[in-house]
């Protein structure tokens, strides 16, 4: 029986460690993007309630892509979290997002 609980949780934890790709795949797939990052700062939520040690749960993300042009802040917000719908409902907890077109990236 001990087998199976340490396949299992083996099994999740390769699953959850899989989502900073998911995320890169996904915002590639979505926005051609022009730059983007992502990166996990899970880590810095230690003591958190409800951390949960190894799994991918907080990330920062930047995304600069044509897509988001006459789009506002609010508007480009709403269109990344449902791309990444099915990742929070799966831990991803929290998402810091900064999302441009190339004209307003090249004046940051």
Do not use: A, W
């Amino acid at each position: 029986m001990q087998g199976r609980n340490y396949f299992f949780k083996n099994f999740v934890k390769e699953i959850i460690l899989k989502r900073k790709k998911n995320i890169e795949n996904l915002i590639l797939k979505n926005y051609e993007p022009k730059f983007f990052s992502v990166i996990d700062v899970s880590d810095q939520h230690k003591g958190h309630k409800n951390f949960k040690e190894g799994v991918e749960s907080h990330f920062e993300i930047v995304i600069v892509s044509e897509r988001f042009t006459n789009l506002s802040r609010i508007e480009r917000h709403r269109i990344v979290n449902r791309t990444l719908k099915e990742e929070f409902l799966s831990d991803l907890h929290s998402i810091v997002l900064k999302t441009y077109t190339s004209k307003e990236y090249k004046l940051n």
